[in-house]
């Protein structure tokens, strides 16, 4: 099953990565002598969770055609807010990289307190992959659907916990839109990323889980966690037996995810464009196409204007939302 994707930003950039016909060796000059060293890759959570996977697909592609090594460096905690500081106090000269999340607009909207600004501390270079939040459960958990998870919490009120890979996370969000559309009361259990929170589910000591498709798909397909939804409009090719929530009987569902690459404002323009042209090449690849289908998401491209514009958006459209569901961490 091919996805489908309802935001028109992102049909706009894969539309764009699909222009970018220029051979990639004709255009390596145009950068300088950037990169001259290794980068450092900054992925805002833990080994194991859906960013880290994603970035690891691309991250041997991404060495080769920059011909420097991309050293990727795990950062948890925070729901990405640590790992995210560290790029923002960076020397913006190229070779501190951040490969994050839609948590990045997120965070702004629930944190009381940040330690940089979102809008003004970035530099916008591409986005990577786009997908859907899965919601999964502890296999002895007896819901199966959607609607019997509904009706167990309406009958015992407060009595069910959801995990995700932290506040600020889109799976925060997703389990706060549940909750605030069903009108049910659940306790969110925030992880410091999507491997401990996984483990935790598969164990027994959370039920539920709201994570991006990446740090579940191989649990299960394996029989070690059951999936309820996804989060989107669309299924997902990975699991397209799996119904979204809109199928589920939830009204006015949705929450998209998507993977980007940021590096420190100031950043010189040589350098965010070699790389921009370096996310562009990898995501029109067929076996990275492929592995990242494999992974229930889609290569997208684009430019740095497209991601600013998605992050000019969803600054907005996040408050909003966290105003609603009155989602607020100190």
Sequence with gaps: MKLLFRAPWLRTALLATATLSAPFAAQAQNGGDYPNKPIRLIVPYPPGGGTDVIARIVQERFQALLGQPVLIDNRGGAAGSIGTEIVAKAAPDGYTVLFTLSSHTINPAIYTRLSFDTAKDFAPVGLVA??????????????STVAELVALAKAKPGSLSFASVGNGSPGHLAGELLKLR???EMTHIPYRGGGPAVTDVMGGQVPLLWVSIPAAAQFVKAGKLKAL???????????????TMQEAGIADFDVDSWYAVFVPAKTPQPAIDKLNRVINAVVKEPEIRDKLLAQGSEGVGGTPAQLGQVVTAELVRWQKLAKEASIKVD
């Design 130 to 143: 786009s997908l859907p939040q899965i919601l999964v459960a502890n296999t002895q958990f007896a819901p």
């Design 182 to 184: 069903t009108g049910t």
């Design 229 to 243: 939804a996804v989060s989107t409009t669309r299924r997902s090719a990975a699991f397209p037996d799996v119904p």
